[in-house]
């Protein structure tokens, strides 16, 4: 090969190495910037402190211990009179009488949009039947076919509350679950008689990175804040955003370790302080 | 020339891959970099001695009159100089039953008493007078007499005692003389006075001897340093979000405490993980506890006073309250109280910190009208009777005092207008317009 030949190689080679790091650097979201992992070792004594208080810990212990930001949310835009076009195709519902909340009808079905921004939608004849493996296909089309299926929706975890099951879908952003943003699916007898959600719209992360807590430091908060739960198998460990319920425009969310058990009941520690979130 | 220029773009596509691959590997991230946060204690004014703010009313009584002075009246700290000798007691004051014939006499001799002081919250002496011996006694009034000199009378909740005093100087009475030459003169009502409202019986209704003349005053809110509110509460305030409500409020948390700002000026601060208290506390501490709060939450203004410090009921299926306490403040300005629904401060808090805060201070400002000679609340017994009958209380009045009346919630230039508080043993304020004598609302 003659040298012109291999300096041109090259040069293409270096180009593409340096598109490469370039967008590895500058364009790859902040969150896949992990900071440090647990150790095998450090996420066993992790998983030691959870047994040792009783819990039995179902679910992998996660080793991540990313630098994060906060992020800003707002309440989701979407005004309550064009809901009944998204969902029925029909912007002239009947509009119900319902003193708190905007209401309106559609034959046996009734949308509520509440002013803290929880939508629901009842179905006086509960929807068709699906059984088993299938569900979750069917009520991702479903909700697919109502205008209410996001690529953001990801499946959580399904409640099983008495007679009936409820289903979450949880919104993410860049990955990251927002652990109060959620799509509600009840299902009784394998009909769907229930969907609630509430949405929020992310914005933007805030400038200042901060190292997370580890889930080891986040067990130690979990099992002191959790030392009245007669519940003890943990079925989901995971890192996401969180926040309680405001009547606001826009505000800030924080990091999360989010532990769940197997009757429903979560609690969050937050994952800058490692305290308890309240 | 070409083959010179590729070598060039070579050489320099390597450098910057160094560069690149180098920035990837080592780059510091921010936290890293960054100046470690300086952590400042920061407070809002001086510390306030727990002395300084559990003072009493002081009444000098001559027989022919009667004068008063309040911890916010000019002349106050004079007076109590004076008098906080008659807390010097010899000894352990032992308690005291009048018999029953003699008890309406015993009482008239305690109401005729030329010095009485009177505390708001009861107290514990052992502030004034270091002896062991007086640890765990509490006061809400003491009452002293010339006929006696040597001896004080202590009102100990229900009870009375009587205690030897340290040998006062020659001059006491004297010295009493002078520093109440220039304080305000009140006369004693009959409770024939005030019907058809009823008096509880015993209740002695003490209003100023002079006509009162007042105007109403602009309101404006407290302005406090947020900024340093927010550094104060949440050490590293890059952990804590903002939260904007659509009420204007602004709130800020960490997931442990949380602080808001209503749009009106009133912030709320709630901390639930200080509750359950550990520990009982005794006056004195939850005093101290006070102001150091206030001191870390805002500072306290010298118009804010002691109102009421009140434990939290124990109860069996309520562990979450157990061993916390609630301590309210009253404002008063241009020597009146301001008088509103809420307190201008309250705070609730264990040995483990705060667990709840608000702070809604506002701030008498210049007059919109001229003075004005305020009505004789004796005249608007009637007015109040019938408000009374209206909603069917049946409650004694145990008080009543001249003040400025605050609206529930406030807007920018609002006016406060003077008022009497008609106050009944049932915890029902009545207000009422000082001019004109209309009944305004009940306060609870």
Request: hydrophobic content about 40%; charged content about 25%.
């Amino acid at each position: 090969m003659d040298l012109s030949r291999a300096k041109t190689v090259l040069i293409i080679a270096f180009l593409l190495l340096n598109l490469f790091l370039a967008f590895r650097l500058w364009l790859i979201p902040p969150h896949l910037q992990a900071g440090v992992v647990l150790t095998g070792e450090e996420a066993e004594q992790a998983k030691n402190v959870l047994v040792s208080a009783g819990y039995e810990v179902l679910t992998a212990i996660p080793r991540q211990i990313p630098r994060l930001s906060l992020l800003h949310v707002s309440r989701h835009p979407q005004e309550p009179e064009s809901w009944p076009a998204s969902v029925w195709c029909d912007a002239n519902a009947k509009r119900g009488v319902d003193t708190e909340n905007v209401s309106f009808i559609n034959g046996e079905e009734t949308l509520q949009i509440a002013p803290n921004g929880v939508v629901t939608l009842h179905f006086g004849k509960p929807d068709r039947v699906s059984t088993g493996h299938e569900l979750h296909i069917f009520i991702e089309s479903f909700l697919k076919e109502r205008g209410l299926w996001s690529e953001s929706l990801k499946f959580d975890m399904a409640m099983q509350d008495g007679s009936h099951t409820r289903y979450r879908y949880l919104q993410t952003y860049q990955g990251f679950p927002l652990f109060f943003s959620y799509t509600d699916v009840k299902v009784v007898d394998g009909r769907i008689s229930e969907i609630r959600l509430y949405h929020v719209l992310p914005l933007e992360f805030t400038g200042k990175e901060i190292q997370t807590v580890s889930v080891a430091e986040a067990a130690d908060a979990f099992v002191k804040a959790a030392q009245f739960s007669e519940v003890k198998k943990i079925i989901d460990i995971s890192l996401g955003y969180y926040s309680q319920d405001y009547d606001a425009k826009r505000w800030e969310i924080v990091p999360v370790w989010r532990f769940a058990l197997t009757d429903g009941t979560v609690f969050y520690i937050n994952a800058f302080t490692g305290g308890a979130e309240l | 020339m070409g083959e010179r220029l590729k070598t060039v773009v070579l050489v320099f596509l390597v450098i910057t891959s160094i560069i690149l691959t180098g920035q990837l590997l080592f780059r510091l991230p921010a936290l890293e970099t960054a100046v470690p946060p300086a952590y400042e204690q920061l407070v809002f004014g001086e510390l306030r001695p727990v002395t300084e703010h559990l003072k009493p009313a002081l009444h000098f009584n001559t027989g022919n009159e009667l004068r008063m002075l309040q911890p916010w009246d000019k002349g106050y700290d004079t007076a109590w100089e004076v008098l906080n000798k008659l807390l010097l007691l010899n000894g352990v004051p032992e308690a005291f039953q009048p018999l029953e014939e003699e008890n309406n006499q015993f009482l008239k001799d305690r109401d005729a008493a030329q010095v009485k002081l009177h505390f708001s919250v009861s107290s514990p002496v052992s502030l004034w007078n270091s002896s062991f011996r007086l640890h765990e006694l509490i006061v809400d009034s003491l009452y002293w007499n010339k006929a006696e000199p040597g001896l004080v009378w202590l009102r100990d909740g229900e009870r009375w005692l009587r205690s030897e005093l340290h040998a006062l100087p020659q001059d006491f009475l004297e010295n009493i003389s002078i520093v109440f030459s220039e304080a305000p003169k009140h006369i004693v009502t009959e409770a024939k006075d005030w019907e058809p409202l009823r008096v509880l019986p015993g209740k002695m209704l003490i209003l100023p001897d002079a006509p009162l003349l007042l105007a109403p005053r602009r309101i404006k809110k407290e302005e406090l340093n947020t900024d340093k509110l927010l550094r104060s509460i949440f050490v590293d305030t890059a952990l804590v979000r903002r939260i904007e409500e659509r009420d204007g409020a602004f709130i800020y948390t960490d997931g442990q405490k949380g602080l808001r700002f209503y749009d009106h000026g009133e912030l709320e601060y709630t901390s639930p993980k200080s509750e359950p208290g550990f520990e009982e506390m005794e006056l004195a501490s939850v005093m101290r506890r006070s102001a150091q709060y206030l001191q870390l939450l805002g500072g306290w203004p010298e118009h804010i006073y002691l109102d009421d410090v009140i434990a939290a009921e124990k109860s069996v299926w309520n562990r979450q309250q157990r061993d916390t306490y609630y301590v309210t403040f009253v404002s008063v300005q241009e020597g009146m109280p301001l008088i509103g629904a809420r307190a201008p401060i309250t705070l609730h808090f264990s040995d483990r910190g705060v667990v709840y805060y608000n702070r809604q201070i506002n701030l008498l400002g210049e007059e919109t009208a001229s003075p004005a000679t305020m009505i004789n609340p004796r005249l608007i017994t009637h007015e109040v009777m019938n408000k009374s009958e209206q909603e069917g209380f049946k409650a004694s009045l145990i008080d009543i005092y001249a003040g400025y009346y605050l609206k529930e919630s406030i807007v920018s230039q609002a006016v406060a207008h003077p008022v009497w508080a008609m106050v009944f043993d049932d915890g029902r304020t009545a207000v009422i317009n000082g001019f004109t004598g209309k009944f305004l609302v009940w306060i609870e």
